[in-house]
């Protein structure tokens, strides 16, 4: 069982790298599909390196999927659960 991260951790590169992909992939005023650049371009205030660790994680997650190594776009299931209103902004 995971342990559940106490408080929120606004000064963690990744846990804010991840929460802007997130935001991202979900968007419905733009193509679903996202490039490295992409994303980078949206949420210039973090590192890329940050940027592309998260997008790592979230991969590992679930959270978002990837179309070749060219795009990233959010999973069935985040999409899902954005429908059910389960995510948050």
Do not use: Y
């Not at 995971?2 to 951790?9: F, Y």
């Not at 997650?61 to 190594?69: L, S, Y």
Request: charged content about 20%; aromatic content about 4%.
């Amino acid at each position: 069982m995971r342990e559940k991260p106490s408080g929120t951790p606004w000064n963690d590169a990744l846990w804010m790298a991840q929460r802007a992909i997130v935001l991202q992939v979900l968007r419905d005023d733009t193509e679903a599909r996202w490039t490295l650049a992409e994303l980078q371009a949206e949420v210039d205030d973090l590192n890329p390196h940050a940027l592309s660790h998260a997008l790592d994680r979230l991969l590992e997650e679930g959270v978002v999927v990837t179309c070749g190594a060219m795009f990233s776009l959010a999973s069935r299931c985040a999409l899902h659960l954005d429908a059910l209103g389960m995510v948050s902004i």
